[in-house]
């Protein structure tokens, strides 16, 4: 958390990340670059080079694309996630050199503005089999540069988290438009039923992992019981871990009940920073703790500690015996709310 | 802490062993896969024609200039009587050069020329082509001879031949690979720039054989053949021999004289190419 912008806040965890990152890179630049060199010695330099800066960034896709999910599968992966919009943005910066690079070699020093040659140059849009690859690669392109430019949190508080996180879902509309552009490319061209088959299982891999999260996240999301009625019965007091929360749904809102110091309060779910959910984060230094990105939250009026500014809504609890209830009626953001005190605390 | 209770902070100096080791497997599993494609695209990767485009380096040919069936040199290379095509720089022709060519020779007919030509070598197989990179530049000396340098022309008569159009200038070297559908566009421009289109024939899977496409009257074509560029293509005309290349004489009006041919690529439920 930071409370001025600075370009990136860094740490050890961030440079071990990042230097990750630069590994992945390297290695496969120069195994692609030797490879060529020995397999295929006739290769052009301009076409290894565009091989391997789509294909490092078609890779990187797959492994920003799964991590969300793993991490909503398994808590161990945020370790991966917190960093994720490094990723992002090394991808895209792969993703353009290639892009920038196949139009200066195919479409500049010609009768045409290399732009308009991208669109005009093969006008077989009718035809599945013929059709302009080169169009859905620039159109995914444009996605990416969207989404990199905005990636940092001075355009994240400024769009605020629902526009931000709605362009940033954008990155499943560019990875449509980046497996078309390869299957009616490269592999159309390769005509290899080995990287066909590869695509298609990084394909479901991502497919699989998102159902298979989503599938999870729904039984968060019933609703409880009565839940047109002033109070509603949420959980036992049991079922929730010291300085952990329960999760529950209330008028349509994730709400999450934290227990921490003998005492009970609960939050909206959505971290106001990237929207991540608040309910499992843990209580660290008395404050509610994103397991996203560490933002933090006072559990008793949803505010961040000063000098922060976010706010989520609070929610009046009750006790009966040991079952704890909830006024489904969300409380203005950062309204402090009295934690209920647990017997014998 | 037990391994439970155990939480991530991104913005901490450091993790717990627990989040060190996740990441630590993670990026190992990554770099794995990662090059365990690398090594299986290296080794499906469909192999490259051995062309060759002798960038950086300028060489100088001398021979006598010729218009048809494309502007050319005739000379020697490799101790054979060849003739090169010229190109322009980028997607162009080098019609510029032949006209300033002309301007120097003074009414005198380029069969009588002696030129020499400095430009970037392009060769496969025994074609050689050579790009006249430093457009008026390219003109190093220009001499008149006494005997005129005819091209040998035979007819070889009407012929159906399927192939693929792309533009010489990459097919040759300048790029590779430079066929089909993933060099489609980029030939598109450079024929439509105009660089002369050529037929290539491929059998068992090389491409053998290669024929310049003019109209019927033997001049050059350029925009009508843009929408069969990358795609394979059956096209029938007269075939003429011109020293060491061959000519197709199409005639574009003829709805006959041109198809699309799918067979062995695609399907012909395909054919929503036809323009």
Known sequence: ?345 | MNEKDDFYIGWQDSASPTYSKARKTFFLLSLLALILFAVIYLAVEKPFIDSYFDYGNLTELEGTVVEYPVFGLQTTVNHQQVTVPLVGFGKFDALPVLEKLKTQANARPLSKLRVTLRGTLIQYQEKTWMELTEGDESIINIETTEVAQEAIRRSMGEQRITGEIVDPKCFFGVMNPAYKKIHRACAVRCISGGIPPILAIREGGEFKDYYFILDEKGQPIHQQVLPYVGVPVSMSGEVEEVEDWKVLKVNWNDRQALSLDFSGEVSSCELALNP
């Open chain 1, 1 to 345: 958390m930071s409370v001025s912008y600075t370009s990136i806040l860094w740490n050890r965890q961030k440079k071990a990340y990042d230097l990750g990152i630069l590994v992945f890179v390297l290695v496969f630049s120069v195994l692609f670059f030797v490879g060529h060199a020995v397999l295929h010695p006739n290769a052009t330099f301009e076409t290894i080079f565009i091989r391997n800066f789509g294909l490092l960034a078609f890779l990187l896709l797959h492994v920003v694309l799964i991590i969300g999910p793993l991490a909503r599968l398994n808590a161990r992966f945020l370790v991966i996630l917190y960093n994720r919009r490094h990723l992002g943005v090394t991808m895209f910066m792969l993703a353009a050199v290639h892009g920038v690079f196949s139009i200066m070699n195919f479409h500049t020093l010609g009768d045409m503005n290399p732009i308009k040659s991208v669109f005009l140059s093969n006008l077989s849009y009718d035809s599945l089999i013929h059709f302009p690859f080169q169009v859905l690669g620039f159109l995914a392109l444009i996605i990416l540069v969207l989404m990199a430019t905005t990636s940092h949190d001075f355009w994240l508080k400024n769009l605020g988290p629902k526009v931000w996180k709605a362009l940033h879902m954008m990155v499943y509309v560019a990875y449509a438009l980046i497996i078309l552009h390869v299957v009616l490319g490269a592999l159309q061209n390769e005509n290899s039923p080995i990287l066909f088959g590869i695509v298609l299982a990084g394909f479901l891999l991502i497919s699989s992992l998102h159902l298979l999260a989503a599938f999870r996240e729904r039984s968060i999301d019933k609703p409880l019981d009565q839940a047109t009625a002033e109070w509603v019965k949420a959980c036992q007091v049991n079922d929730i871990k010291n300085d952990r929360a329960k999760i529950v749904t209330v008028s349509g809102e994730r709400v999450a009940i934290f227990k921490y110091n003998g005492k009970l309060s609960a939050v909206n779910n959505f971290c106001r920073h990237q929207g991540g959910p608040l309910g499992e984060g843990k209580i660290v230094d008395g404050c509610i703790t994103c397991p996203w990105h560490g933002y933090q939250y006072l559990p008793e009026n949803g505010q961040s500690p000063p000098p922060f500014t976010e706010k989520v809504e609070t929610y009046r609890l009750k006790l009966e015996g040991e079952e704890v209830w909830i006024h489904p009626e969300p409380l203005a953001e950062g309204t402090y709310v009295k934690p209920i005190q647990l017997a014998g605390s």
